[in-house]
């Protein structure tokens, strides 16, 4: 993702705590995938972070606040909140093995 690397870049100071990425090579995006993953951007940094650098799930709260914004009700506010949630344990995940490998280096 071209914008972690702007970032990395931007922040020369945070680059150690700011994940590399590269995408697969396998990577099949759709045309629908980007509002969910927008919902995902926005909502990245609506959780809890501890002094160690570790980071809590998105709240329900914030998907509530993001789907009632731009009107997802019934069933789309269900997709919404299960792609956000599933979007975000894959994030999750991602940065847990970029931490554990940064142990083992």
């Known amino acids: 993702m071209e914008w972690l ?5 931007a922040e020369p100071d945070a680059a150690a705590v700011i994940p590399e990425f590269e995408e697969p090579d396998d990577l099949v995006e759709e045309d629908w995938h980007r509002l969910y993953l ?5 909502l990245r940094f609506d959780r809890q972070y501890d002094s160690f650098g570790g980071e ?3 709240c329900f709260r914030a998907i509530n606040a993001y789907g009632r914004r731009y009107g ?4 789309d506010f269900d997709l ?10 894959e994030w999750l995940d ?3 093995e970029e ?4 142990k083992t280096k």
């Open 5 to 9: 690397a702007d970032l990395r870049e």
């Open 56 to 58: 809590s799930h998105i």
């Open 80 to 89: 919404l909140r299960h792609c956000v949630i599933e979007i975000d344990r």
């Open 38 to 42: 927008r919902a995902w951007r926005i």
């Open 94 to 96: 991602f940065v847990a």
């Open 99 to 102: 931490r554990d490998e940064g």
């Open 72 to 75: 997802f009700t019934g069933q």
